[in-house]
């Protein structure tokens, strides 16, 4: 069976530091994997996503970059973390095409201080 | 892009109740509409998706209807349980290879005994 891990499960770094978040999944090939944000009262974001290796596609300008160096890793990283980067970020995976159930890993709650 | 719109942003039912959560989407090509249930400091699991070329899906207490023609989608929980408290996102999405999920802003969904 499929199985997703997102590491760390809680983070807090000071403003200014860098950033790595890391997501593997297991028993599938090729998926298509995804970052969301989740802040308060906004919902599920979404930040990136992959079809391929080396493969991204950024949703919104930000403080953020992706890179899928490997067929089912994929990593969330920052340069120089924001107090606004603060949030639950969420890494899911897909099936090779659209029109399939996403899974979601268990979450990183990020806090910037 | 599409744009998904959820309401009503929270909801607070008495156990046995009935409760619906209705959402909207923008992009006439969307064809995927599922819907997740978030626990605290946890991913979202799916809990039913619904296809366009279908108007209604049920699975126990749970029931999907979808209005392509006014591009409305709604979830259905009969018989409410303090166990059903959660948060509970819609999505939508499309066909092609790599299209990604567009969540609504969630409903936290209060039962209480």
């Known amino acids: 069976s499929q199985t997703i891990h997102q590491w760390p499960a809680t983070l807090v770094q000071p403003v200014g530091s860098p950033l790595s978040l890391e997501c593997t999944v297991e028993?599938?090939?090729?998926?298509?994997l995804y970052w969301y944000r989740q802040a308060a009262g906004r919902g599920l974001q979404l930040l990136f996503y992959?079809?391929?290796?080396?493969?991204i596609s950024s949703e919104v300008p930000q403080n953020l970059s992706a890179s899928r160096p490997q067929d089912r890793q994929f990593i969330l990283s920052s340069k120089k973390l924001l107090l606004s980067d603060s949030g639950f970020y969420l890494c899911?995976?897909?099936?090779?095409?659209?029109?399939?159930?996403?899974?979601f890993g268990q979450g990183t709650r990020l806090t910037v201080v | 892009g599409e744009n998904v719109e959820q309401h009503p942003s929270t909801l607070s039912v008495q156990e046995g109740d009935s409760a619906v959560i209705k959402c909207t989407y923008s992009?006439?090509?969307?064809?995927?509409f599922p819907w997740y249930k978030q626990e605290l400091g946890k991913g979202p699991q799916l809990i039913i998706d619904?296809?366009?070329?279908?108007g209604e899906k049920k699975d126990q207490r749970i029931a999907v209807t979808l209005n392509k023609t006014a591009k409305h989608f709604s979830l259905h929980i009969t018989e409410t349980q303090p166990e059903d408290s959660a948060v509970y996102f819609c999505?939508?999405?499309?066909?092609?290879?790599?299209?990604?999920?567009?969540f609504g802003k969630g409903t936290t969904l209060s039962v209480s005994s």
């Open positions: 999505a939508a999405s499309g066909a092609q290879a790599g299209t990604a999920l567009i």
């Open positions: 992009d006439s090509a969307s064809n995927y």
């Open positions: 992959s079809v391929g290796i080396g493969q």
């Open positions: 028993g599938t090939s090729n998926p298509n």
């Open positions: 619904i296809r366009s070329n279908v």
């Open positions: 899911a995976w897909s099936a090779g095409t659209g029109y399939t159930e996403a899974f």
